[in-house]
């Protein structure tokens, strides 16, 4: 059972669009939610993370989006850029646990 | 600095084969994990260590085992291998626990059970 459900499986942009990922969850313990990229033959890098006592977060052109009410939250990337082309992670854990819950990813490909 | 370090990088093992895959951490982190990612499924926990002396089970255990043989290092054993657990196998680190703190991931194992 997948705890954390991510879509696309799949997104192909231009540069300088504004691709978004989306993902949800149904356990309302879950109050730590990360976002981890992965270039290819390397492990996943913690890009940006969120707590659920906020709606948005910013770092740079990277943005979660957070519905508390919804259990969503979601990734935008601004303005693109080739460099972007990896896999990104949706991830969820509660406090005080070891097991961060991942979904199963979504590989963004930004053409020239 | 070098972070994560896992070995090997690249392993081909007949069914009912066992191996064991090495990891150290060279940031002083107090837990430790193995995830293996499959395409498709994400990444999933299979044992982790909150501290030196400690493991405990992640999502998918069965067909393996752990030792934390000391702050730095958490190995992983495959008693016999099946061609199941055919993945890509990632060594973690992290300062306290997963919720709140980075998790920081090595380059990974590729195996490949025949």
């Known amino acids: 059972q997948q705890q954390v459900k991510q879509s696309p499986q799949s997104l192909i942009v231009q540069k300088g669009g504004i691709p978004i990922i989306n993902c949800a969850y149904e356990n309302t313990a879950f109050d730590y939610f990360p976002w981890y990229q992965q270039f290819p033959g390397k492990g996943p890098a913690l890009l940006i993370a969120?707590?659920?006592?906020?709606s948005e977060k910013k770092e740079g052109r990277f943005t979660i989006s957070f519905n508390k009410s919804a259990k969503q939250f979601s990734l935008h990337i601004m303005d693109s850029q080739p460099g972007d082309s990896a896999t990104y992670f949706c991830a969820a854990s509660r406090g005080g646990a070891n097991n961060l819950f991942f979904g199963t990813g979504t590989r963004l490909t930004v053409i020239p | 600095n070098a972070g994560v370090t896992q070995t090997p990088k690249f392993q081909v093992l007949k069914t009912g084969q066992s191996m064991t895959l090495q990891c150290a951490q060279d940031?002083?982190?107090?837990?430790m994990y193995w995830y293996r990612q499959d395409p498709g499924m994400g990444l999933r926990l299979i044992y982790y260590s909150a501290s030196e002396g400690t493991t405990d089970k992640g999502e998918v255990p069965n067909g393996y085992n752990v030792s934390r043989l000391n702050k730095r290092e958490f190995s992983l054993r495959l008693e016999s291998a099946a061609p199941s657990q055919t993945s890509v196998y990632f060594c973690a680190s992290s300062t306290g626990t997963a919720s709140g703190n980075t998790i920081y991931f090595g380059e990974g194992s590729w195996l490949t059970v025949v």
């Open positions: 969120i707590r659920p006592d906020v």
């Open positions: 940031m002083n982190h107090n837990s």
